[in-house]
């Protein structure tokens, strides 16, 4: 699958992205909303997980994208910023699954395989 990860943290984007990649998906990365925005004018993804609050543009401007532009794309809402879990919550607006930060890979990748319709996730777990 082609996945877009966004987040301004680069440390979490880095460890998304490797554990995305080492389980056999084409991953993009984008430290920024405007940067993703971008992306998604630019290319087509399977997946785009994006953090919800970001200094720019925020996961829902990402996911509303999305959503309002009809592209073949879901969205994976994840984050740490949530009192009593609104941010997530408000996630499920715009987002078709979210994503609690701190997560375990097996977390991430079973919420990414989870949108993808059927692929095999024991088989990406072993890659880890």
Known sequence: MKILVVDDDDFVRTVMAQTLSKAGHDIDESACGNDALKKLQENVYDV??????????????????????????????????????????????????????????????????????????EAAMLNL
């Open 48 to 121: 785009v997980v994006t953090d919800i609050v970001m200094p720019d543009q925020s996961g829902a401007t990402i996911g509303d994208y999305v959503k309002n532009n009809h592209l073949p794309t879901a969205v994976l809402a994840v984050s740490a910023h949530s009192r009593k879990g609104e941010a997530l919550e408000f996630a499920n607006y715009f987002a078709d699954d979210t994503l609690k930060k701190p997560f375990r890979k097996e977390d991430l990748l079973r919420a990414v395989e989870g949108l993808s319709h059927g692929n095999d996730i």
